[in-house]
């Protein structure tokens, strides 16, 4: 069987699961909040996600674009330079699922003939042809919530009811997806931690996960790693981040949120691993 069949299996397997799959974030740009520059050659791209893969991720998210507030956009040969080579060279390796973090239709659509098996689009498939080429992959998709563009989104965001704000757009794009012909079942949503939210939001929203998913009927991917929100709350460098990542993180998968969007794969493998012994051994011992 082809790495790439394998790898489409294996994603929608993650997304039936019962357990958080975790999803390492792979960088190829100068800019990213986290780790932008870090791996920006498309090698140490390609050997920065087989050593996530080597660390416990079930999922890879490579993306050559930036959103992190007051990014700027990237054109679409830069975009596609950037992504599939980085895709191509993983694949060759390994039949992990690959995310590809785009808002561009012809991105998508070269990512999935390179070897992705997932789109996951910040834009919630709102751009002309997003749709479109959404369908004609035939890969899951996720479906995110900002609010405004990421050069202006934090400044003063604002709603009537986050959460049932977040949910009414998100149901409704879903509802165009599956209209156009995607599989609801290959629809995951993302509230977007961070884009277009104050710290308030963002906590009413990682609070609100097993309402979420109750009223939506539907699995959810957080990304919470190293973000501002931490900073805001703890006043913390972004390479002081990770013990708060990591609590955040564990906080969700216990909410229920289907993957986890994370820069430290090992650490939030250790951590949900311990949390999941420790209710596996409860669960044990009230059976007896």
Not at 19 to 26: F, N, T
Not at 188 to 208: M, R
Not at 238 to 251: D, T
């Amino acid at each position: 069987m082809p790495r790439s069949t394998e790898a489409k299996d294996r994603m929608r397997s993650l997304l039936r699961g019962k357990r958080a799959a975790i999803m390492g974030v792979v960088n190829v740009t100068p800019d990213s909040f986290s780790d932008g520059g870090s791996y920006f050659s498309t090698q140490s791209a390609i050997e920065h996600g087989l050593d996530l893969i080597e660390q416990g991720a079930d999922i890879l998210d490579v993306g050559g674009e930036s959103t992190r507030p007051g990014a700027a956009p990237v054109d679409l040969p830069t975009e596609l330079a950037r992504v599939i080579p980085v895709i191509e060279g993983i694949r060759a390796e390994s039949n992990i699922p690959i995310s590809i973090d785009t808002y561009k239709s012809t991105v998508m659509t070269a990512s999935v003939a390179a070897g992705a098996t997932m789109i996951n689009d910040i834009n919630a498939l709102q751009a002309e042809g997003a749709v479109a080429a959404a369908v004609e992959a035939g890969v899951p998709v996720c479906l995110m919530h900002k609010q405004g563009l990421p050069s202006t989104m934090q400044q003063s965001p604002q709603y009537a009811n986050v959460v049932a704000d977040v949910l009414e757009f998100l149901l409704e794009r879903r509802t165009e997806c599956v209209v156009a012909g995607i599989a609801p079942n290959d629809i995951v949503l993302d509230p977007g931690i961070g884009f277009g939210k104050t710290l308030t939001h963002n906590l009413t929203l990682l609070s609100a996960i097993p309402r979420l998913k109750a009223e939506s009927h539907s699995e959810w991917l957080i990304g919470v790693s190293r973000k501002s929100m931490i900073d805001n709350l703890l006043q913390r460098e972004v390479s002081e981040r990770l013990p708060a990542s990591l609590g955040l993180a564990v906080q969700a998968a216990l909410n229920g949120a289907r993957i986890l969007r994370v820069h430290d794969v090992r650490a939030t493998y250790d951590a949900l691993h311990c949390v999941a012994a420790v209710l596996y051994q409860a669960e044990r011992n009230d059976n007896q």
